[in-house]
């Protein structure tokens, strides 16, 4: 294979693969973002009352739903049921919120462990000094908690990122879509999906080089 011509093929192929990466960063940027606030929402529901109650047996259902279902079913019930009722959704936006919805069930999770990881004792203590509850959290729990789940929360954030090749399947216009235009119009399959997989890996290392660098500087003084 001559390697001047595989690399003019390589340049032909950027600019799709390129704007198929913005998209795919953008879909995991804005499911991460709905996934931590979301998953944040559920834990607190989860807590109400000890654990006791409709709620938290709500939250319950949710988190075995969305975890012990495949993402991809969950993808293409979230886009075929609105239209079931005459509600046609945008791909992007079905896309953003299933990811979202499914990272917030792990989140929720990983957040409950941040939690459980903070010593009892050391919120007794502030609160036998006269801290209110807010002050506490602030003060006590929320660097403990932060520290604790970062590492968990870049690797649902990279898991994100990968999953999300599944919404071309909805007809978002992401990387692995550009990916598979381009093999339906040159029929190399393998130099196609070789550079697609290049692309997901930069994007995944960036995200672990940003949250390798974002942990460094939490853990300053």
């Not at 996934?35 to 559920?42: D, N, Q, S, T």
């Not at 495949?70 to 299933?98: E, K």
């Not at 917030?104 to 209110?132: D, H, N, T, W």
């Not at 968990?152 to 399947?169: C, L, M, W, Y």
Request: aromatic share 8%; net charge positive.
């Amino acid at each position: 294979m001559n390697a001047t011509t595989l690399l003019e093929r390589l340049a032909a192929y950027l600019p799709v693969l390129l704007q198929g990466a913005v998209t795919t960063l953008s879909v995991a940027i804005a499911a991460i973002a709905l996934g931590f606030a979301w998953g944040a929402v559920l834990l607190g529901l989860s807590l109400r009352r000890g654990g006791r109650g409709v709620l938290p047996a709500a939250v319950r259902t949710y988190l075995s739903f969305f975890r012990g279902t495949p993402l991809l079913v969950q993808l293409l019930m979230l886009f075929y049921l609105p239209s079931a009722y005459g509600l046609d959704l945008p791909p992007l936006l079905v896309a953003i919120v299933a990811l979202g919805l499914n990272s917030a069930a792990f989140q929720c999770e990983i957040l409950r462990a941040g939690l459980v990881a903070v010593p009892a004792g050391q919120i007794e203590a502030a609160a036998s000094f006269g801290l209110p509850p807010a002050r506490i959290f602030r003060h006590v729990q929320l660097p403990q908690l932060a520290r604790a789940v970062w590492p968990a929360v870049v690797s649902e954030g990279v898991d994100v990122v990968k999953s999300s090749a599944i919404v071309s399947v909805i007809s978002v216009a992401d990387l692995a879509r550009g990916g598979r235009q381009i093999v339906a119009a040159n029929f190399r399959p393998l130099e196609v999906y070789v550079s697609v997989g290049l692309c997901y890996l930069l994007m995944t290392g960036a995200v672990l080089w940003l949250g390798h660098w974002l942990r460094g500087r939490m853990e300053r003084p």
